[in-house]
């Protein structure tokens, strides 16, 4: 099995994060890694030592807190209990996918040697992620302002303590079975340990990679319906000419069209002659929203790219400046903004989707009245459409930005919160509307091709290819039938496709 060794002198990418996620790849600290996670740790051993003066969150407690001092014998304590007080998550269960990345995205933190966890603590978490001991951690309850503290804290209990529960062997059971099973003990706190255990920004993080990801990959999805509908619609080709982009060469926009020309290359239906002078916005002006997809997905990646590659977490100690730091990285500001923004831009890739599809079942170019051939005895894909534009909607109500709500926490000591949390989990729940909403796009666009393969005239042979394994999965309905089946099945295609 390989294994991806994390090291701070080499960059994470969202690229690298993609591999190791769908090779099964086993992690493991370099040796530089453990260099800095052992020097940082001697470093706060000697400074508590030496120095008199209160250490926020090593000798005091934790926010309003702060100013309460506490006693060496009981430093190990204060961040044990720390971890148990926050862990108050509520809601639905984050994703095993995404607690994964939460492992992966908290040892990368931890690798830098700014955060003064021991090195067993770390080690503890890549044996989590390698060992596939998924902490049970839910939705709802962080601010996004310390950091993701109510989520972390329920990531650190069983992972780190032994308490609370896991997903081990595929299913769900308490903590200390899997300790018994493993002959693991709870680790001891030391002192910071809890705070620089919880104060981090990888709940938001990992959502945001997982999104993003998935956001890469429906927008080169999107492209592919795209090309099926505008073919299956007999559009017209012009609106994608490179010429015509030039004059306004936004890059994403070039990416579209290059696209959209490079799959219709050969298509007897693009190069037929055509009546109609113009096509619908959701065609004709494709490049220009596909493309300002792109384009803000391009942004938001290198806004998390460097939040993935940096410590977030408080206070930050610098030994090399003999300082340790309180001060504001854990806020998730950053993340919450760019959050926002990359809901807004899959919801429009759903949004002109479904437009799309609405298109092909009101009886335009030939198509018969609901891609059925006898309408009012079928209703055909009258229905689907309405799944579609019920989906968009929610996505749009979803859009509603998280990052400029606040309300202050701690005795108003954390008087500015990012709400990063819900800016994360709703934008994950727009990438799945959007895969649904471009499943139901592609399951129309493959009945209307196959009326057009009536006329005796063919797509290209990418498109061609592409409905052919589709047809594998999802047949041609001739008379109404269950549809629910299909729209899963063809949710199902999507999320299996392999692109190249």
């Known amino acids: 099995m390989t294994t991806h060794y994390i090291n701070p002198d080499e960059r994470l990418t969202l690229a690298r994060i993609g591999e190791i996620v769908d090779g099964g790849m086993q992690l493991a600290l370099g040796d530089e890694a453990k260099r800095r996670i052992e020097r940082c740790r001697a470093y706060i051993d000697h400074k508590m030592q030496t120095q008199k003066e209160p250490i926020y969150g090593v000798t005091t407690g934790f926010g309003s807190l702060c100013n309460i001092s506490i006693s060496k014998e009981q430093l190990s304590q204060l961040q044990k209990n720390l971890v148990m007080s926050h862990a108050c998550g509520v809601g639905d269960e984050v994703p095993q996918e995404v607690v994964r990345l939460m492992l992966l995205l908290k040892v990368q933190n931890f690798c830098f040697g700014y955060s003064g966890a021991q090195l067993q603590t770390v080690q503890r978490l890549v044996d989590c992620y390698n060992d596939d001991v998924l902490p049970v951690v839910y939705q709802q309850g962080s601010l996004g302002a310390s950091g993701d503290l109510c989520p972390l804290a329920n990531l650190m209990l069983p992972s780190i303590l032994g308490m609370g529960e896991v997903y081990w062997h595929g299913r769900r059971c308490d903590a200390q079975e899997v300790y018994a099973a493993k002959g693991w003990q709870p680790i001891e706190l030391q002192s910071k340990e ?11 993080s990992s959502y945001a990679v997982w999104s993003l990801l998935k956001a890469m990959r429906l927008s080169r999805q999107a492209d592919m319906v795209l090309s099926l509908s505008l073919d299956a619609f007999d559009g017209r080709i012009e609106p994608f000419y490179e010429a015509l982009h030039m004059v306004r060469p936004h890059k994403g926009q070039l990416e579209t069209a290059e696209a959209v020309r490079g799959l219709l290359e050969g298509s007897q239906l693009i190069a037929r002659h055509k009546e109609h002078v113009q096509d619908p916005y959701s065609f004709r002006c494709a490049p220009q929203v596909h493309g300002a997809a792109k384009d803000t997905i391009r942004y938001v990646a290198s806004v ?18 003999d300082m340790i730091i309180s001060g504001g990285h854990f806020h998730g500001e950053p993340l919450a903004m760019v959050l926002d923004f990359l809901a807004i831009a899959v919801a429009e890739l759903g949004a002109i989707s479904e437009r799309r599809t609405y298109q092909l079942i009101d009886a335009k170019r030939g198509l018969p009245s609901f891609l059925v051939a006898k309408p009012g005895l079928n209703s055909g894909f009258m229905i689907p459409q309405y799944a579609a534009a019920a989906i968009v909607s929610q996505s749009k109500q979803l859009c509603t930005p998280a990052s400029v709500d606040s309300i ?34 592609l399951f129309n666009a493959a009945q209307a091709l196959d009326f057009r393969h009536q006329e005796g005239l063919k797509s290209s042979p990418a498109i061609e290819q592409m409905v052919a394994d589709y047809r594998k999965e999802v047949n041609f309905v001739d008379i109404d039938e269950v549809m629910y089946r299909h729209i899963h099945a063809s949710v ?4 299996q496709m392999r692109l190249k």
Do not use: H, W
């Not at 809890?194 to 938001?204: H, I, K, P």
């Not at 934008?427 to 649904?436: P, Q």
């Open 408 to 441: 202050p926490s701690s005795q108003n000591q954390e008087d500015l919160v990012s709400m990063g949390g819900n800016a994360a989990t709703k934008c994950y729940r727009v990438c799945e509307n959007t895969e649904r909403v471009l499943a139901i796009e």
């Open 304 to 321: 998390v790219e460097t939040e993935i590659n940096s410590t977030t977490d408080n206070p930050i100690v610098l030994p090399d400046e």
């Open 492 to 495: 199902r295609f999507l999320q």
């Open 194 to 204: 809890g705070l620089a255990l919880l104060n981090g920004t990888q709940f938001m």
